[in-house]
């Protein structure tokens, strides 16, 4: 069965789609690296050559980004294997209730605090949900886990903002 947002509110399912992402992301790194820096240069480099249309608060929130960007390159980058594409549908469910990871189009090396922090705003987590998978998947939360996630739920805004610009402009 292909999973839908209501099927996450479940823990069991939302903890077995944890486990699914974590046993992805401790595999060994795949050949590709495409960081979120990355996917975010490329959309905005799309924009200029198609000379897209820029929110007017567009300076502002490159400079916020260049700031959160430089934050995390300092602390460094958690380089794993990443689906980078956990929408609700790229998780499935069995018979015996096991979840299994689809859809690996858009997988590379990336940082897995962004992995987590994509699914988690995609899902629309409450903080008391968030904090539990945290535990479950680092073992233990830390003030850097949940700093790097909230950062990195940031980033995705921009990067899914920036390829929604480009659609705009084709």
Not at 67 to 91: E, H, V, W, Y
Request: hydrophobic share 45%.
């Amino acid at each position: 069965k292909k999973l839908i947002l209501p099927d996450f509110l479940q823990r069991d399912i939302r903890h077995g789609a944890l486990h699914g992402l974590k046993a992805f992301n401790d595999q060994p790194l795949l050949k590709q690296t495409k960081t979120v820096f990355d996917m975010i240069a490329e959309h905005q480099n799309q924009v200029a050559e198609l000379k897209g249309i820029k929110p007017q608060d567009d300076d502002w929130l490159c400079l916020q980004y260049q700031r959160a960007k430089a934050a995390l390159q300092a602390s460094g980058i958690d380089l794993a294997p990443c689906m980078n594409d956990t929408l609700a549908g790229n998780f499935m469910l069995n018979a015996e209730r096991q979840i299994r990871l689809v859809d690996f189009e858009y997988a590379s090396n990336n940082d897995r605090h962004y992995e987590l922090a994509l699914w988690f705003g995609e899902m629309f987590f409450s903080d008391e949900m968030e904090l539990a998978l945290i535990e479950d998947y680092f073992g233990q939360v830390s003030a850097q886990t949940v700093a790097r996630i909230k950062l990195n739920k940031a980033l995705a805004d921009i990067k899914w903002s920036t390829w929604a610009m480009v659609q705009h402009a084709v």
